[in-house]
């Protein structure tokens, strides 16, 4: 991987796709999911919130997918930020926005006041239970009506522990046997972040903002689409699921 100037922005984003992987081997199945509901709801030239966006993981698909398509990416995380932005310049149809989620007046940096969909993957679980409330409020203003908002994210149904701890150990398993076979956990990847001229700084802010990981919820599927429709979406239910993960779609 090349570092430094001249960063090669493309592997740093293909090798925080393979780390993503080693937790989520069907990481991709629930992206198609994502884009084939996108295109039956709001059609195949949408205006895309990519929520908590990261390295861009989204909107690369979306746009490989939907060339007519544009995106706003949104995130707090300098380092991923970093990324996104070094593998999307120059394309006029993305942009990004530094903005805390938290933040009751976040959505006033986006350029934007609705959009047909709002997409997120594996970030809102970082959240506890009443900012994530209070931000699916937030996301039921910038939704369109017919617009989507599709969370695919670790939710946890409490009342199956005994199925939860089969999962979770069948699922530890296989991250175990990947990673004697070289793949990079979330800590490793981190490292290397930390160790390239470009990234380093950062890093280090991403650290501070963060510290070593967010003390968030998982709440259920049925937890999230009760919320959904309380905060202003007509409609919301799970359209793909994993033994661990559910894709939740609300409709407005």
């Keep these: 991987m090349a570092t430094g100037v001249g960063t090669d922005w493309q592997a740093w984003q293909e090798s925080w796709d393979k780390q993503q992987e080693w937790y989520?081997?069907?990481?991709?199945?629930?992206?198609?999911?994502?884009?084939?509901?996108?295109?039956?709801c709001v059609g195949p030239e949408p205006r895309i919130l990519d929520l908590a966006c990261g390295t861009g993981s989204i909107t690369a698909r979306l746009l490989a997918r939907f060339p007519n398509a544009t995106s706003t990416g949104?995130?707090?995380?300098?380092?991923?930020?970093?990324?996104?932005?070094?593998?999307?310049?120059?394309?006029?149809?993305?942009s990004f926005v530094t903005a805390d989620l938290k933040d009751p007046q976040w959505t006033t940096s986006l350029p934007h006041d609705s959009?047909?969909?709002?997409?997120?993957?594996?970030?809102?679980h970082w959240l506890r239970v009443d900012p994530l409330a209070a931000l699916y409020g937030k996301l039921a203003e910038?939704?369109?009506?017919?617009?989507?908002?599709m969370n695919a994210d670790h939710m946890i149904d409490d009342t199956t522990p005994r199925i939860n701890a089969i999962e979770r150990t069948q699922r530890h398993a296989h991250m175990?046997?990947?990673?004697?076979?070289?793949?990079?956990?979330?800590a490793d990847w981190w490292q290397l972040a930390a160790q390239d001229p470009v990234l380093a700084e950062p890093t280090a802010r991403r650290y501070e903002i963060y510290g070593d990981h967010a003390d968030g919820e998982m709440p259920s599927p049925g937890w999230h689409a009760r919320v959904l429709r309380e905060k202003g979406f007509e409609e919301a239910r799970?359209?793909?699921?994993?033994?661990?993960?559910?894709?939740?779609l609300a409709l407005k």
């Design 74 to 94: 949104v995130d707090l995380d300098p380092a991923l930020l970093a990324i996104a932005r070094g593998t999307f310049e120059g394309d006029e149809r993305v």
């Design 24 to 40: 989520m081997p069907d990481r991709e199945d629930r992206f198609r999911i994502m884009l084939d509901m996108v295109e039956a």
């Design 142 to 149: 910038l939704v369109r009506y017919g617009g989507v908002f």
């Design 238 to 248: 799970a359209v793909w699921c994993s033994p661990s993960d559910t894709l939740l």
């Design 176 to 186: 175990d046997q990947a990673m004697r076979n070289g793949a990079l956990d979330w």
């Design 115 to 124: 959009y047909d969909a709002v997409l997120t993957a594996t970030a809102l």
